[in-house]
């Protein structure tokens, strides 16, 4: 059975067409976002049809505003609080995502000061051509060797074991993941958060491609505050055509 179209509407109202053109959706991503509430709910006619207004295209492009600054389900429950009249839960959780923002520019901020200390550090001086033993590296950082084993554990150092002693031998890039570790602990970071940190380093496998990925990671927290400008701009659009 073939699935039915709404009427177009003579009197002012809007069909969900009318809500998808020009926002690249389809039709029933209009009679979704309907029926999850991030859309206000619709009139309908005697025949069933769904009799859309203004201010649902103001909460459509309020929501799709608020996407690329918070993400789909934050931008969601935001809506579906405005459209319930909890205008005080939705600011709740616009301050929430500003305040994982704010926490994900200080800990970029840490990451690039760890990076700028560990690539002088580097140059000053390296690990040496055999590797270091656990021992003179604790020393060196000043936490204990028990510190060092509990990164390892957690998996943000990887040394291998000298095939003779078994004893745990640090090379260059288990020296420098230690020395970038213990930079973000000095900045109060915990393990999980560095550990997509450490992750990065390895994928870029040098210190130069790191600051380059650094780099694209500074711009996109810097789209996403921008992103969440635009977003407030229509959300407080949609809130004035409301009152």
Known sequence: MAARTENPQSDGHLRPV??????????????????????PAADRTAGGYRRYTPLHARA??????????????????VMRAVNRDACGEAFRIIDESHAQLLTDRQTLGAVERAV??????????????????????ARELGVRPATLRK????????????????????????????????????GGYPLEQIAPVIDQVRGAGSLESLEAALREWHDRVAARGRAMLAGAAELEAYLRERS
């Open 116 to 137: 700028r200390d560990l690539a002088s550090g580097t140059r000053a001086r390296g690990p040496g051509r055999g590797g270091v033993f656990i021992g003179p590296l």
């Open 60 to 77: 459509l492009a309020a929501f799709l505003a608020l996407v690329p600054g918070h993400g789909h389900r934050t931008a969601a429950s």
């Open 151 to 186: 990164w390892e554990q957690a998996g943000l150092v990887r040394p291998h074991r000298d095939p003779l002693t078994g004893y745990r031998v640090y090379g260059e890039a288990e020296v420098r993941d230690a020395r970038l570790v213990h930079q973000l602990r000095r």
């Open 18 to 39: 009318d809500l998808a053109r020009g926002h690249g959706l389809s039709t029933q991503a209009v009679r979704n976002y309907e029926e999850s509430g991030i859309l």
